[in-house]
T-cell receptor, first 117, second 112 residues
Framework: GDSVTQMEGPVTLSEEAFLTINCTYT??????LFWYVQYPGEGLQLLLK?????DKGSNKGFEATYRKETTSFHLEKGSVQVSDSAVYFC????????????????FGSGTQLTVLP | EAQVTQNPRYLITVTGKKLTVTCSQN?????MSWYRQDPGLGLRQIYY???????DKGDVPEGYKVSRKEKRNFPLILESPSPNQTSLYFC???????????FGPGTRLTVT
């Protein structure tokens, strides 16, 4: 079945440092890939997405490129801020479920990021 | 404002006492899901629904029931809660399986 493997956390960085959070996946079809962010005490919200190979998703200075050859979707940001402290989830959406219907999202385990001033 | 609402936000209950967590969305989305979030496990899908009266099991459906009688509502029912169902629960909706999912604020459930 589908699965997502994320870099284990927690990750602690100083403000303005470079961020990489690794994400690799296995899927039977051609999934769409997502990064969601969860700020303390809140639900998840979409950060960026890519729907086909070589697509680059970007938002709020974050980027991730859909790499089919390495089955990866690593999240990067050139200069993190204290306000980026959150939990980041990599996820994929594939079409097939247990009954062949739309299954929606499979999530990684999440990576806690703390940015220190 | 487009949103997914859940109630209650916090609930402490005892083993075996039936409970329902409500979920409602105002975006006319066909697809809705329930997830539970546990430390180190990320989010795992409990049930999902593709439309009114159409539901299917996710990864961890045991001990849960759902219903979808109206497009906007997707309640999660625990007929006989047990301590291993203590978790943070999220409802989500989307217009399609590859589109962005919109999440509710979460319901923190404790079963003693």
């Amino acid at each position: 079945g589908d699965s997502v493997t994320q870099m284990e956390g927690p990750v602690t960085l100083s403000e303005e440092a470079f961020l990489t959070i690794n994400c690799t996946y296995t899927a039977t079809g051609y999934p769409s890939l997502f990064w969601y962010v969860q700020y303390p005490g809140e639900g998840l919200q979409l950060l960026l997405k890519a729907t086909k190979a070589d697509d680059k998703g970007s938002n709020k200075g974050f980027e991730a490129t859909y790499r089919k050859e390495t089955t990866s979707f690593h999240l990067e940001k050139g200069s993190v801020q204290v306000s980026d402290s959150a939990v980041y989830f990599c996820a994929l959406s594939d079409r097939l479920g247990t009954s062949g219907s739309a299954r929606q999202l499979t999530f990684g385990s999440g990576t806690q990021l703390t940015v220190l001033p | 404002e487009a949103q997914v609402t859940q109630n209650p936000r916090y609930l402490i209950t005892v083993t075996g006492k039936k409970l329902t967590v409500t979920c409602s969305q105002n975006m006319n989305h066909e697809y809705m899901s329930w997830y539970r979030q546990d430390p180190g496990l990320g989010l795992r899908q409990i049930y999902y629904s593709m439309n009114v009266e159409v539901t299917d099991k996710g990864d961890v459906p045991e001990g849960y029931k759902v219903s979808r009688k109206e497009k906007r509502n997707f309640p999660l029912i625990l007929e006989s809660p047990s301590p291993n169902q203590t978790s943070l629960y999220f409802c989500a909706s989307t217009r399609g399986p590859r589109a962005e999912q919109y999440f509710g604020p979460g319901t923190r459930l404790t079963v003693t």
